[in-house]
């Protein structure tokens, strides 16, 4: 008897432990399916902020352009 209820804590206790990483996970159920992150809300954050300022940089990428065409534009009509 006791080797059963030995082995059934080994058991319970191999079970628990992969789930102990879940905690970080984020799942998401949306219209696209099911979406598993597997980042800390830390990691999470932090991408969040590199992807801002990547659009940010993006922007001010497309804003330069287009400036320099306008001024461009308006030399070309003053003269």
Known sequence: MRHIIAGGLVA???LTVPSLPASAQSIDIGPGGV???PRSPRERDRDEIR???RREEF???RRDPIRR???LREDD???
Do not use: A, I, K, S
């Open 51 to 53: 992807r801002e300022e």
């Open 12 to 14: 319970v206790g191999l």
């Open 59 to 61: 922007r001010q990428d």
């Open 35 to 37: 979406r598993v992150d």
């Open 77 to 79: 009509d003053e003269d």
């Open 69 to 71: 065409e306008e001024r």
